[in-house]
């Protein structure tokens, strides 16, 4: 199951679930400047790590609620910088 998901107008993640429950996730939030924004870019994964283990144990990630959620989420992420 392959899902792009648009995050308002902060961006979007990437999301690939495979049949035997692996998966790979990608998005437009990491920082290109990785030694000044490492502790940023550790937040990313750790949300991108969620949405994947979500997303492979069944959960809408694309509900508008889970949506909300997440654009709170990279809100409040972002507004620490």
Known sequence: MKTHLVIGSLGHFDVE???NGGGNISSSF???NIFEDDTYNAQ???IESLVLAHAAEGVDIE???YVDGLETTL???GNQQ
């Open 63 to 65: 509900a508008q609620d």
């Open 44 to 46: 990313i994964d750790i």
């Open 30 to 32: 990491h920082s290109d």
């Open 17 to 19: 679930v495979y049949a």
């Open 75 to 77: 809100e409040s992420i």
